[in-house]
């Protein structure tokens, strides 16, 4: 199956610093990357969808100045998570898809942890 | 809306056979899909269900009935690693985005 990585696997930060987590689909071609978000013994939460050279859609009550997504590429998005508090702590965790096909694939996830 | 309902958790025997029901209420969807979580990764996709039926892959099937609004996920000839918590998703057919249930811990026993 296509393969999805995500760097950092974890981080620890400061309160009040900004975090860059990397999305990359290795072998495919993802023409949507979704980010997701989940707090412990929760489900997965969608933040935003992006598509390839196109601005992310967020989902309601995320703050899209919060939570920069960038899809520059086919194969690369990245999430910064700005001026980040330790409410922002969770695991993140990002999902691409081809065009056209039904299966996403998901990263192994960053585990962010804020002080 | 979409939501979909599956139970918090469900407990087995080592070798047993089991069965996490997911019932949906969704205006539209290409299909259902499950996926499985270890604690502290990521979900991994197990099967998809575009159509009713039963979808066979190894010691795992997947059910989908439309007119029941309603999926299962059995687990057969259970092992120690399938511990992990199990989610049903549904594709909206308005945004292509998967509708995630709340997850299904599997706990199994010796």
């Known amino acids: 199956g296509a393969v999805v990585s995500q760097h950092p696997s974890r981080v620890i930060c400061k309160s009040g610093t900004s975090v860059k987590i990397e999305c990359r689909s290795l072998d495919f071609q993802a023409t949507t990357m979704f980010w997701y978000r989940q707090f412990p013994k929760q489900s997965l939460m969608l933040m935003a969808t992006s598509n390839e050279g196109s601005k992310a859609t967020y989902e309601q009550g995320v703050e899209k100045d919060k939570f920069l997504i960038n899809h520059a590429s086919l194969t690369l998005s990245t999430l910064t998570v700005t001026s980040a508090h330790p409410e922002d702590s969770s695991f993140y965790i990002c999902s691409a898809r081809d065009r056209g096909e039904n299966e996403q694939f998901f990263g192994p996830g960053t585990r962010l942890t804020v002080l | ?110």
């Open chain 2, 1 to 110: 809306g979409q939501s979909l309902e599956q139970p918090s958790e469900v407990t087995a025997v080592e070798g047993a056979i089991v069965q996490i029901n997911c019932t949906y209420q969704t205006s539209g969807f290409y299909g259902l899909s499950w996926y499985q979580q270890h604690d502290g990764g990521a979900p991994t996709f197990l099967s998809y269900n575009g159509l009713d039926g039963l979808e066979e892959t190894g010691r795992f099937s997947s059910f989908l009935s439309r007119s029941d609004s309603y999926g299962y996920l059995l687990l057969q000839e259970l092992q120690m690693k399938d511990s992990a918590s199990y989610f049903c998703a549904v594709r909206d057919k308005s945004n292509y985005q998967l509708i995630w249930g709340a997850g299904t811990k599997l706990i199994i026993k010796p």
